[in-house]
């Protein structure tokens, strides 16, 4: 496991965009999450904002995709990370896995990239 979940998860602008989140169904959640990656993972300019929200919502996509999550309480608190496990497809995986590849860190995101593949 890796402290990625635990960091780009407790983002001040990442918590935002997971209490929107949990204000939405299901269905709405699983396309927010494959629009801010799609966003994120854009040759576009994206703001500071949208590339952390993009690669909070690529970590979510991993953990749909069986990626271990170490950040308890987060999933605690936004139990929608944990029910919508196995709710991810293709283009979302792929979306998320450009982001996550892209991310200007020093935390090994091959787990969450593995289980993108």
Same mark, same amino acid.
């Given at each position: 496991?890796?402290?990625?979940?635990?960091?780009?998860?407790?983002?001040?602008?990442?918590?935002?965009?997971?209490?929107?989140?949990?204000?939405?169904?299901? *269905?709405?959640?699983?396309?927010?999450?494959?629009?801010?990656?799609?966003?994120?993972?854009?040759?576009?300019?994206?703001?500071?904002?949208?590339?952390?929200? *993009?690669?909070?919502?690529?970590?979510?996509?991993?953990?749909?995709?069986?990626?271990?999550?170490?950040?308890?309480?987060?999933?605690?608190?936004?139990?929608?990370?944990?029910?919508?496990? *196995?709710?991810?497809?293709?283009?979302?995986?792929?979306?998320?896995?450009?982001?996550?590849?892209?991310?200007?860190?020093?935390?090994?995101?091959?787990?969450?990239?593995?289980?993108?593949?």
């Amino acid at each position: 496991m890796s402290a990625w979940d635990m960091r780009i998860l407790a983002e001040d602008v990442n918590v935002d965009f997971l209490d929107e989140l949990a204000d939405l169904d299901d *269905g709405d959640i699983v396309e927010a999450v494959h629009d801010a990656c799609v966003l994120a993972a854009s040759d576009g300019r994206v703001t500071d904002d949208e590339r952390l929200n *993009g690669q909070a919502a690529a970590t979510i996509a991993a953990i749909w995709a069986g990626a271990p999550y170490s950040n308890g309480d987060v999933v605690e608190n936004y139990p929608f990370i944990r029910n919508l496990i *196995g709710s991810g497809d293709e283009a979302l995986n792929e979306a998320a896995t450009t982001v996550l590849e892209n991310a200007d860190t020093d935390d090994d995101l091959d787990v969450y990239l593995e289980a993108l593949s």
